[in-house]
């Protein structure tokens, strides 16, 4: 498990690093085009290009990094109020879920670069994240998923609302 961690950690460091490479390219192509075209109304076709793709990489890098940090939208108001046993039990099958989902998306967008690239030449490549982020999505939960098989579970505990101390009950 530690290995798989220290795996866990370099991603997480490289999708850092990316993200702050893609968001400064951003701001500074997009600023030098804005003041190009007020300046000597003069716009690079390129920038355009380029600008939506900048935007895709980054909301998939920040999207397989908010992942990892457990930091992405989650629907677990049900299970705050559940025993720790059933929290265990759908924690196993949305890991499980989320691994079948990627692993299936994988192998769907290593299709679509391919036809991305028979298409559109070196211009194809851009769509290239695609697949690193069902890659890298696939692999964290895997993680997440042997993290709680490892976890003991206890068989005598109470859910979170059942643990509190009635005030009637203090007195």
Known sequence: MRWMNKIDDFLAVIEKFLVVVFFSALI????????SRNLFHLSFQKILEIAP???????????????????????ELLLRFCSEKIR???????SLFGMIITGILFIAALEFVTN???IFGWWGWISVIFPIFFLVSFFRYFVRMVYHMGRPVSIHSRSLSASKPDKATQQ
């Not at 895709?56 to 629907?75: C, M, N, Q, T, Y």
């Not at 265990?88 to 949305?94: C, E, G, L, P, Y």
Request: glycine letters at 2%; proline letters at 0%; charged letters at 15%.
């Open 28 to 35: 500074l192509l997009i600023f030098f085009n804005i003041i």
């Open 53 to 75: 793709a900048l935007v895709l990489w980054l909301v998939l890098v920040g999207s397989s990094l908010a992942l990892k940090e457990k930091r992405h939208i989650k629907l």
């Open 88 to 94: 265990f039990s759908a924690n196993i099958a949305a």
């Open 116 to 118: 991305e690239i028979a």
